[in-house]
């Protein structure tokens, strides 16, 4: 089992006898609403099966101690609560740093220093949200070693801030949430602007949601995802020439058709009609789904696709690759790039006897095209970050 072997390397890590307290945060997939998040839209998240593995227990004096089998070539990063600033040869380890940062600057009483070993199964640098793991991974470490009193949507919000403060990087809110509220077989509507949510059962029935990871690496910070950010702030500027909105979100396709002539420049009108166009797609497919019609659900997918792909430009050769791939193939009811995009993952809704052959078909097409091999997983939909009280 993992947490055996987590467990054991821990102790090995560490040199202690006592026996740590596990936590698990998931990762997260969007099955629809990308780059809508920081655009006031809606999102349609889930919290999935692979994720962080956080063990920890407390230390006697004020070290903090971080080790990640991930990375077991960087050793054993050490720092303590006189200077937990982002350093940038810490790596990985600003993560839970600055979650730790936002836990004390916020009033939590976090009493002494800790040991903390992190093992992630999320594949690194493949969009599915390995940061905003760790960071609410690091979030329930606190909660439980501590025994802190903290609202969920406060632990969320305190992980949004570790990545616009502290990380320097522009990203919404959706990622924390999905990791923080995520709930077993369901996954989440959420409106960005104001947090409203609520939960919508996941019925695949005889089908499978395969991950299928490009393999080609993006650093989230280095892309284009803040210049993205900032064409939509500048189209919305324009926009308020005439309209008296707050965000792109607001914005019916029809608003948008009849008032898309006061974006002066043709780039940030794209971009504004990806995010206006596809926060409805969100609403569209929520209501999809709810009607159990997954064959409609899965074209709102692969129009999604096409927008970020001409509207955002977002995808990249090798997205494009596997989401028209996995189109041409039976069984498959919709394919889509998933976060942030310039690489990373697409997402597929496949039957469930179709699964195997999807992937030999992209994996041979694939590799033939950019001479170097995908990797696949086979997604369930999971509960969100806790403590884990199982034996092990």
Same mark, same amino acid.
């Given at each position: 089992?993992?947490?055996?072997?987590?467990?054991?390397?821990?102790?090995?890590?560490?040199?202690?006898?006592?026996?740590?307290?596990?936590?698990?945060?998931?990762?997260?997939?969007?099955?629809? !609403?990308?780059?809508?998040?920081?655009?006031? !839209?809606?999102?349609?998240?889930?919290?999935?099966?692979?994720?962080?593995?956080?063990?920890?227990?407390?230390?006697?004096?004020?070290?903090?101690?971080?080790?990640?089998?991930?990375?077991?070539?960087?050793?054993?990063?050490?720092?303590?609560?006189?200077?937990?600033?982002?350093?940038?040869?810490?790596?990985?380890?600003?993560?839970?740093?600055?979650?730790?940062?936002?836990?004390?600057?916020?009033?939590?009483?976090?009493?002494?220093?800790?040991?903390?070993?992190?093992?992630?199964?999320?594949?690194?640098?493949?969009?599915?949200?390995?940061?905003?793991?760790?960071?609410?991974?690091?979030?329930?470490?606190?909660?439980?070693?501590?025994? +802190?009193?903290?609202?969920?949507?406060?632990?969320?919000?305190?992980?949004?801030?570790?990545?616009?403060?502290?990380?320097?990087?522009?990203?919404?809110?959706?990622?924390?949430?999905?990791?923080?509220?995520?709930?077993?077989?369901?996954?989440?509507?959420?409106?960005?602007?104001?947090?409203?949510?609520?939960?919508?059962?996941?019925?695949?029935?005889?089908?499978?949601?395969?991950?299928?990871?490009?393999?080609?690496?993006?650093?989230?910070?280095?892309?284009?995802?803040?210049?993205?950010?900032?064409?939509?702030?500048?189209?919305?500027?324009?926009?308020?020439?005439?309209?008296?909105?707050?965000?792109?979100?607001?914005?019916?396709?029809?608003?948008?058709?009849?008032?898309?002539?006061?974006?002066?420049?043709?780039?940030?009108?794209?971009?504004?009609?990806?995010?206006?166009?596809?926060?409805?797609?969100?609403?569209?497919?929520?209501?999809?789904?709810?009607?159990?019609?997954?064959?409609?659900?899965?074209?709102?997918?692969?129009?999604?696709?096409?927008?970020?792909?001409?509207?955002?430009?977002?995808?990249?050769?090798?997205?494009?690759?596997?989401?028209?791939?996995?189109?041409?193939?039976?069984?498959?009811?919709?394919?889509?790039?998933?976060?942030?995009?310039?690489?990373?993952?697409?997402?597929?809704?496949?039957?469930?006897?179709?699964? =195997?052959? +999807?992937?030999?078909?992209?994996?041979?097409?694939?590799?033939?095209?950019?001479?170097?091999?995908?990797?696949?997983?086979?997604?369930?939909?999971?509960?969100?970050? =806790?403590?884990?009280?199982?034996?092990?």
């Amino acid at each position: 089992m993992i947490q055996q072997h987590v467990a054991q390397t821990f102790k090995d890590v560490f040199k202690t006898a006592e026996k740590p307290r596990f936590f698990f945060a998931p990762g997260r997939i969007n099955l629809i !609403g990308e780059h809508t998040d920081y655009n006031g !839209g809606h999102v349609f998240p889930a919290a999935i099966s692979f994720g962080t593995y956080a063990v920890a227990q407390k230390r006697m004096d004020q070290t903090l101690r971080f080790y990640s089998m991930n990375f077991p070539e960087e050793g054993i990063i050490e720092c303590d609560f006189g200077d937990l600033s982002y350093n940038p040869d810490h790596g990985w380890a600003n993560f839970p740093k600055g979650m730790i940062q936002q836990f004390t600057g916020n009033g939590f009483s976090v009493s002494s220093g800790m040991d903390i070993l992190f093992y992630g199964n999320i594949p690194n640098g493949a969009g599915l949200s390995s940061s905003a793991s760790i960071e609410m991974a690091t979030g329930v470490v606190l909660e439980g070693l501590f025994d +802190l009193t903290i609202d969920r949507l406060q632990m969320i919000q305190l992980g949004q801030r570790v990545e616009n403060d502290y990380i320097g990087v522009n990203s919404g809110i959706m990622d924390q949430f999905a990791i923080g509220k995520g709930k077993k077989d369901a996954a989440i509507l959420l409106d960005c602007q104001t947090l409203k949510y609520s939960y919508a059962p996941v019925k695949l029935n005889d089908h499978e949601i395969v991950i299928i990871n490009s393999n080609k690496q993006r650093t989230l910070a280095g892309s284009k995802y803040n210049e993205r950010r900032s064409e939509c702030e500048q189209a919305l500027e324009d926009l308020r020439a005439e309209l008296t909105v707050t965000s792109l979100g607001e914005l019916t396709n029809e608003k948008f058709e009849q008032f898309q002539h006061l974006i002066t420049s043709d780039t940030n009108r794209r971009r504004a009609k990806h995010a206006v166009s596809e926060n409805e797609r969100t609403l569209l497919a929520l209501d999809e789904l709810e009607k159990g019609n997954l064959e409609r659900f899965g074209e709102l997918m692969n129009a999604s696709h096409l927008s970020l792909r001409d509207d955002y430009e977002v995808t990249g050769a090798e997205l494009d690759h596997i989401a028209e791939t996995a189109w041409a193939h039976p069984g498959v009811i919709g394919a889509r790039m998933t976060g942030a995009g310039f690489g990373g993952c697409a997402i597929a809704i496949v039957e469930q006897e179709q699964v =195997k052959s +999807l992937k030999e078909t992209i994996a041979e097409s694939y590799t033939e095209a950019f001479g170097y091999a995908p990797s696949f997983y086979e997604a369930k939909i999971s509960d969100g970050a =806790k403590e884990l009280v199982e034996e092990f």
